[in-house]
């Protein structure tokens, strides 16, 4: 039977089965040491000071004076990574949250029983001492494909993007044991995009099925082909599209160039099922009508807006994003501690259990945090939860 842990606001550990950890008791045990190796100074030092302080929340909600935390200052560099990391071992230290980014991870293989709990959302070539704990592709696909087949959606296009980001994203593709309908990778240019979804969309022959159209009924001396004829002079297009859904692995303003490349080639959004990937419940959503009824998987809300309140009463501000996964991360090391005698060896991770946190419910497999994500849509200016 799977275990269910939940940490919520305060980080409380707890038993959803009849196993007990009664008997385990930390404050017999040594000191716990957790490394944190994030940017705090330089290009990216709010995102490391915010996860930084989601720790100390998290570490206050625990409440338990066994265990210390060791931040250390990468810069954003995966040299200085290395350099941090080793430094860290030195100190007995096993378990490390962070790095955070990606390409930050290169060097890691160097440092040997230490297991790094990385936020990126990347799970391609991940070194075997690294799980990645970040909102990976793969949870969201999966959360995706659930809501395709619930619609009876059998005819989704995917739009890749030419970024960094294609490989992992096709990588995650070739994962899923669904057959989408076509898969496109688009220039990010807006010039060569709108050309590329008006190929798609088949905008050129709509449009000149439409002038043809036009043509026929302005011979028609009848009163319906007048009404007709006057309601298709209003329309740019006619013909039905190919497919009934895109997904659109793309963020911020290049998501909105999308849309709207869709809407310019005459592409009804209350016809299609317009997808993306997680927004973090950004609010610019509201303001484009080509982003309005998009679906998007991601945490629960509830949570996630209970995390920030907690962030901004203690700090005066907004934390990033991925700073409520650190949160959870240390609860859900402080777990793993308290029912293994206090070691936290990378194997003690591996083993096949459930939790809940902030972020939902998840599990670890191949190195990997998968996450069970909700489904929202952006309606009359929120988000609204897909059931």
Known sequence: MKLI???????????????????TDLENEKIIKIGLIAPLSGEFMEVGESILNSVRIALNKVNSEKIEIFPKDNKGDP???????????????????????????????????????????KIKNLPKNVISVGINGNSQFKRIISFLKK??????????PKTENENEI????SKQKHKFYKIYSYDVSPEKLTKQIQQMTRYAQRKEDLRRRIKILEKSELEKDKKRLEKLKKRDTIGKINFDSIIIADFD?????VTTSFLYSDVNPNQIK???LNQWFDESLFKENSTNNIYFPSINKENYNRFKETYFINFNKNPTEI??????????????????????EKKVFLKKKKFFGEVGSFEIKNNTINYELDLYQVVNNNFMVIK
């Open 5 to 23: 842990i939940s940490f919520f606001c305060f980080v409380s550990i707890c038993m959803a089965n009849t196993e007990t950890v009664a008997n």
């Open 79 to 121: 040299d200085q990574t290395l350099t941090a990391a080793k430094e860290l071992q030195q100190l007995g230290i096993s378990v490390i949250i962070g790095p955070v980014f990606n390409e930050n991870l290169i060097y890691l293989n160097e440092v040997e029983n230490v297991t790094f709990l990385s936020l990126t959302n």
């Open 151 to 160: 619609e009876n959606l059998s005819k989704t296009i995917v739009l890749i």
């Open 170 to 173: 096709k990588y995650i593709l």
């Open 253 to 257: 303003e290049n998501l909105k160039s």
């Open 274 to 276: 317009f997808i993306t």
């Open 323 to 344: 700073a409520v996964i650190s949160y959870d991360i240390l609860g859900l090391i402080y777990y793993l501690a308290k029912t293994n005698n206090g070691k936290i």
